[in-house]
């Protein structure tokens, strides 16, 4: 039945009806005329009974203001290069939080490195600012500190460790993050701004532990010059393009037959730029013994470029790999 009918509470659209409708309006009671006078009667109730659902039935949408602090994103941003953040500062000391500003997918065993890449101020003549960023997915969540990111004639005391995420890259496992940073400062001097802009991977290159096995199938994988029946350093490919990230990617896996009396406890691994002659990235590996090896098993992420890989301990062992876009 016509959605009409259903809401006005009556369809008299039969012969009779329509013979009352002619004879009202001293119209011949023809069955063309009857018909098209019926399809614009229920035209007339459809469209009466579509306004009424939209201003009587449908629930009406009102804005409202909120308590909690504003972001400075309107959208949710997905895997960006770049995070955008603004600060006022109107007292000597606070916190600010942007709640779940960004999307970061990881598919496979990723590092992330938060950095800032800009700072400025404006109307402060003083000032100490640190940070906090919280990942959380369905499966994992990640704290990363991040002390004294701006010190402004203040004094900032940190703690001298290495914090995996801010000082070095952090390994993130595979998931989608909904990332969420706290922003605190004290010592504050002045009413005035902080625009600060944010790198998740801050980084040219990393090197990625995955663990201490061997991949399924190597025969077509590339041996790096020097590599004995003993010890070897294998990689996948020696050339590849980047992807949607920015990176190229390379897997490595690195093994070394045990000697008799011979013990194992790390890898030393560095890539080094061969077009500035820096080393990029570097990486201690725990290893275990599987059956008669000691192996590990890699992954090298770097953007555009040419590099060295080198193993350093226990043996020596280098090959070239090259990045393009």
Not at 6 to 31: E, Q, T, W
Not at 61 to 89: A, Q, Y
């Amino acid at each position: 039945m016509h959605v009409g009918c259903l809401l006005m509470g009556y369809c008299r659209a039969s012969k009779d009806y329509m013979n009352v409708i002619a004879f009202l309006f001293g119209l011949p009671p023809h069955a063309g005329f009857r018909t098209s006078l019926l399809v614009l009667i229920l035209i007339i109730i459809g469209v009466t009974a579509s306004l009424y659902y939209l201003y009587y039935i449908q629930p009406q949408f009102t804005t409202s203001t909120s308590t909690t602090p504003p972001i400075t994103t309107s959208t949710l941003l997905i895997d960006p290069s770049r995070i955008n953040l603004e600060v006022e500062i109107s007292s000597v000391d606070g916190v600010k939080e942007f709640r779940n500003i960004a999307m970061i997918n990881v598919e496979d065993a990723d590092s992330l490195l938060f950095k800032p890449i800009d700072v400025k101020t404006d109307g402060l003549s003083s000032i100490s600012l640190s940070g906090r960023v919280l990942l959380v997915s369905d499966n994992n969540s990640y704290t990363i500190d991040m002390p004294c990111i701006l010190r402004l004639n203040v004094s900032c005391p940190r703690i001298t460790a290495i914090i995996p995420g801010y000082d070095a890259p952090l390994r993130i496992e595979p998931g989608r993050y909904l990332l969420s940073i706290e922003l605190s400062w004290r010592e504050a001097r002045g009413h005035g701004m902080i625009y600060l802009s944010l790198s998740p991977r801050a980084y040219d290159a990393v090197i990625i532990y995955l663990g201490s096995y061997q991949p399924e199938n190597t025969s077509s994988w590339i041996t790096a010059e020097g590599s004995t029946r003993s010890y070897a350093l294998l990689v996948d490919k020696t050339k590849t393009s980047t992807g949607r990230s920015g990176y190229g990617k390379f897997t490595i896996h690195v093994w070394i037959f045990e000697a008799a009396g011979e013990e194992y406890k790390k890898f030393k691994l560095e890539l080094t730029s061969l077009e500035t002659g820096k080393t990029v990235a570097a990486l201690e590996v725990p290893i275990k013994k599987q059956g008669p090896y000691y192996q590990a098993l890699l992954i090298v992420k770097a953007k555009p470029g040419k590099y060295l890989l080198k193993i350093t301990d226990p043996v020596n062992l280098k090959i070239e790999l090259r990045v393009e876009e």
